[in-house]
Each structure stands twice: as structure tokens, then as C-alpha cells.
């Protein structure tokens, strides 16, 4: 099992950044895929974006495309989310995810990490 503790959450303009970063534990960390899922009120969670093990590959979803990266450091057992550009519709609590494999159901991931807020003012 992989332990998940994000931080980096907060409040930010329309059009600006904010970068979330995940610092996980366990058993052989860098054996797991990592990636970021987000649930606004009233709303299922939703994929945003994956990285696999090596960081060799990176997967995001269409709508944060272009202006979210998705990064990992296996040497420090981090895997960061620069989001930039950022929309009203952004505003979410982000989640930390660690899987086997990439995942882009929440219903297949394995470990989760407590979450942080992200509200984006228009």
C-alpha cells in the first residue's frame, strides 16, 4: 500500500497558476503509476492526469490538455501537477492517485491521498 500527502492547494485569479505537488510512501513507490483526479461539489471524480512509472509517459484528460503537466521524481517519491491558466471550472478538491497501472477510473485506483482545495476566482 502507498501512502498519498498532497500539497499546494489554494486560491487563485482566472488565468493564473498553481502548482500541487504529492509526496507518497510505501512499498516501492516507483513501481506505481501516479496521477491526479479532481471532484467538484455535487459532481463525480474525475480523471485530470497520469503519469506511469518511469515518467516515460504522460496522460491527461481533454479538458485541462495543453495548460496542466503532470510530473514525478522517483528519487524523492514525488509526483507534481503544474496547472496554469486556470479556470473557474478548475475549482475542485484535488486527489493524489498511486495504481499498479495507469488508471483513468477512479473506481481503479488503490490508494488515495486526503485531497486539497483548489478555487479558481473568475
Known amino acids: 500500500q502507498v501512502q498519498l500527502v498532497e500539497s499546494g492547494g489554494g486560491l487563485v485569479q482566472a488565468g493564473g497558476s498553481l502548482r500541487l505537488s504529492c509526496a507518497a510512501s510505501?512499498?516501492?513507490?516507483?513501481?506505481?503509476?501516479m496521477g491526479w483526479f479532481r471532484q467538484a461539489p455535487g459532481k463525480e471524480r474525475e480523471f485530470v492526469a497520469a503519469v506511469n512509472w518511469n515518467g516515460g509517459n504522460t496522460y491527461y484528460a481533454d479538458s485541462v490538455k495543453g495548460r496542466f503537466t503532470i510530473s514525478r521524481d522517483n528519487a524523492k517519491n514525488t509526483v507534481d501537477l503544474q496547472m496554469n491558466s486556470l479556470k473557474p471550472e478548475d475549482t475542485a478538491v484535488y486527489y493524489c492517485?498511486?495504481?499498479?497501472?495507469?488508471?483513468?477510473?477512479?473506481?481503479?485506483?488503490?490508494?488515495w491521498g486526503q485531497g486539497t482545495q483548489v478555487t479558481v476566482s473568475s
Open positions: 492517485a498511486a495504481s499498479k497501472l495507469v488508471r483513468v477510473d477512479a473506481a481503479d485506483i488503490s490508494s
Open positions: 510505501g512499498h516501492t513507490v516507483s513501481a506505481y503509476a
